[in-house]
């Protein structure tokens, strides 16, 4: 079974920066997919950013060049650094990786971290 746990959340003011982390246990062998997703209050889930296993990215259009998805195979644990934040990144926000365990592919949710972002 794999769990993943998020933190790094918080409360910022316009301009400034989080580091979100996803870190996942259990029997991995490998992380092969990786992405963020995020929920605004009234609004649909939607995807900010994804790192494939080839490890090349795309971030939504909003996002770019101010969020940086990352990947520590080691420790399997992901990151999203969020740079330059709006009031409008205020959503809670989601990691999903896809897993390889026993040979298997998993896709699995974290449980979510709210970010608020003061004007």
């Known amino acids: 079974q794999v769990q993943l746990v998020e933190s790094g959340g918080g409360l910022v003011q316009f301009g400034g920066s989080l580091r979100l982390s996803c870190a996942a246990s259990?029997?991995?062998?490998?992380?092969?997919?990786t992405a963020w997703f995020r929920q605004a209050p009234g609004k649909q889930r939607e995807l900010v950013a994804r790192m494939s296993s080839d490890g090349s990215t795309n971030y939504e259009d909003s996002v770019k060049g101010r969020f940086t998805v990352s990947r520590d195979n080691a420790k399997n644990t992901v990151y999203l650094q969020m740079n330059s934040l709006k009031p409008e990144d205020t959503a809670v926000y989601y990691c999903?990786?896809?897993?390889?365990?026993?040979?298997?592919?998993?896709?699995?949710w974290g449980q979510g971290t709210q970010v608020t972002v003061s004007s």
């Open positions: 999903n990786l896809l897993v390889v365990v026993a040979g298997l592919t998993y896709s699995s």
């Open positions: 259990g029997s991995i062998e490998s992380i092969y997919e």
